[in-house]
């Protein structure tokens, strides 16, 4: 059976990203990781990969152990290449010619269709371009899969279809996950591991079981922490009270006493490492009161693609204050341009959609275009707020941007803290319409749980987009969904 074994690893790169993790990864295992924005999922994916060599520590692999990692991103030399022959070349080229059939197993088994197979790679969605590299990782027949953000740029059709054959086909395969989606972790892995600098903890479950059993152990560590705060003050005073017996007496017995309690003070105090496994940067949403009954309404409205080839036919709607509107369907089928059409509603006259004149809209694109790459933080939310100098930067601190990175230009920010500078920016603008497209794209576990529980209690108005089952069951109130070129409404299910 191959085997990987980490003892003691830790990586530090520019800071300390994780530390002192242990574990052995074996024949059934599937180990979902999860951790804060670059706190140091994909490395650890290269460590494992034996891409990158870990700081401390050592990692140990069984004798031929084969390891395939499917990456974020895609190299650019693919992009040219047709479908098959991009998943061919993975191939070692003195193999190719006679082992080149396991490419087209390789598609069999993923449910490539014939079409996309001669497609060019540039040609190709974000989802299917996602399946290029998998199909390219599992041709090499590996014994340990590694999957970093597998289900980024899938409809929910497509990450349903990537978790039965991971369910299924690959089950044989031990896994490694680094995913932000909740729903895929429960679904697809057996173990949980928690990155964290201070120390890591794996537990034994998926996602769901493990984050409760996180939330038990840091309430437990919290109590003792508090336990031990206590005693060491009361040490301390004690030992006080015995150094004037002993000074005022001349007692040498209370003075060594004394310093006896000191140092079990310390002891106790060194112990002692306040922290959560959960890195936030804060994440708050504030809606404005709208009087209107009908914030939006539209009737006989066909949403058009930039060429004007109708995409949707939408007979009647009504969006009513208060009311959380996922929008769903596959990719393509016209949901980010509805939410366009209705931005453009607010803004200008739209037939057919007429919008209340209380509503002010507040806009979230999924790749945050309306953040120009060329403005800093600290300028985005000081043009839009028109706060002093001293609070903007707080924000932006509480949002997870330092100090250092609010004067530089945003496009130098993770797209985790431009996800957080938006929905910063957005909170500002106190809309009382929401139009928000894929919101959830680039946040990690604990910004995906804060921004649920913010729309929730803000009582926001929203229509949304996004493939994140868990984030749509928490907020949504109503569901319609784009087939066959209709809007229709349907149950949550």
Known sequence: MATLTLRSVGVTAGHLLFSDLSLTIGESDRIGVVAGNGAGKTTLLRCLDGAFVPSAGTITRSRG???????????????????????????????????????????????????????????????????????????????????????NHLDLEAIERLEAWLDGAARRLPLVVASHDRAFLDRCTNRTLFLHPDGCRLYAHPYGRARALLAADEAAETARQDRAAKEATRLRRSAQTLRNIGINSRSDAAQLKSAQLVDRAERLEAGMSRRSLVRLGEIRLAARESHAQHLLRLEEVTVSTPTGAPLVRIPRLAIARGDRVVLRGRNGAGKSMLLRLLLRATREEVAGIRVAGSVAVGWIDQQMAQLRAAETPFGVVTARAGLGDQRVRALLAGAGITVEQQTRPIDLLSFGQRARLGLLVLRLQEPSLYLLDEPTNHLDIPGQEALEREIVTSGATCVLVSHDRRFVEAVGTRFLRIEGGLLREEAAA
Not at 124 to 150: H, K
């Open 65 to 151: 152990l084969r390891t395939a990692l499917v990456a974020q991103d895609l190299p650019g030399r693919l992009l040219p290449l047709r479908f098959d022959v991009a998943v061919q070349r993975a191939i070692a080229p003195d193999l190719r010619d006679g082992e080149g059939w396991r490419a087209a197993c390789v598609l069999d088994e993923l449910e490539v269709p014939a079409a996309l197979r001669a497609r060019a790679v540039a040609a190709l969605s974000g989802g299917w371009q996602r399946m290029v590299l998998l199909a390219r990782a599992m041709v090499q027949d590996p014994d340990l899969l590694l999957l970093d953000e597998p289900t």
